[in-house]
């Protein structure tokens, strides 16, 4: 299991609190550290311009533990997680990410259901509680956000908004990668997340 895995997350799931931070100047670009290369500009607090746009996602098999409850415990889970591949000595082939299945405004947070999940190069390998499974290939509007991981969620508007522009909908879970290692950054306003809303016709 590399290093860097247990890293993220160990700090992904930090009070914000905890994670206070003036976000980056428009000339710093926080780019050190990053497991996967944005082809996007990086968008910044308080994501006012957020650079979107989107792509047709290749087919990425992950092993993952599914839970239901606040999304504020994410951490607890990736954390789960990546304790269990590292015990059963999976190859993990990227940064950790989270699905997440529900409107945290319609679905009381008793009910919420995600997945706390690591990418791998394929089937078998991997024992229970950890289950198995690809996600699709499919068409998604993403961006690339800087800051602490809890407050990505303050991005989302701007997001459903392109979305709506294009005149589609949401068509599945909406997944957030997390790019860096907490370790290897002076503050958190250099962590870097990208957002994937899976999107179909709205016609």
Not at 47 to 53: C, E, I, Y
Not at 70 to 83: A, C, N, W
Not at 182 to 188: G, K, Q
Request: hydrophobic share 40%; proline share 12%.
């Amino acid at each position: 299991m590399p290093r860097t895995g247990l890293l993220f997350v160990a700090l992904v799931g930090l009070p914000l609190a905890c994670q206070s931070a003036a976000p980056p100047t428009p000339e710093r670009t926080p780019l050190a550290g990053l497991e996967v290369q944005p082809d996007l500009a990086v968008s910044h607090p308080p994501f006012d311009d957020v650079q979107a746009s989107w792509k047709q996602r290749i087919a990425q098999p992950y092993v993952f533990v599914e839970a239901r409850g606040s999304y504020t415990r994410v951490g607890d889970h990736l954390g789960e997680v990546v304790r269990l591949a590292q015990e059963q000595g999976l190859e993990v082939t990227g940064p950790p990410f989270a699905l997440y299945y529900d409107d945290p405004g319609r679905v009381p947070a008793a009910e919420l259901k995600l997945r706390a999940c690591l990418p791998v190069a394929g089937p078998g390998g991997h024992g229970s509680p950890l289950q198995y499974d690809v996600l699709e290939s499919t068409t998604v509007v993403y961006a690339f956000a800087s800051g602490p991981y809890p407050e990505v969620p303050r991005i989302y508007p701007a997001l459903f908004a392109y979305l709506a522009e294009l005149g589609w909908r949401e068509n599945g879970p909406i997944r957030e990668s997390y790019l860096v290692n907490p370790a290897e950054v002076s503050d958190f306003s250099e962590l870097v997340t990208e957002i994937q809303i899976p999107a179909a016709s709205a016609r």
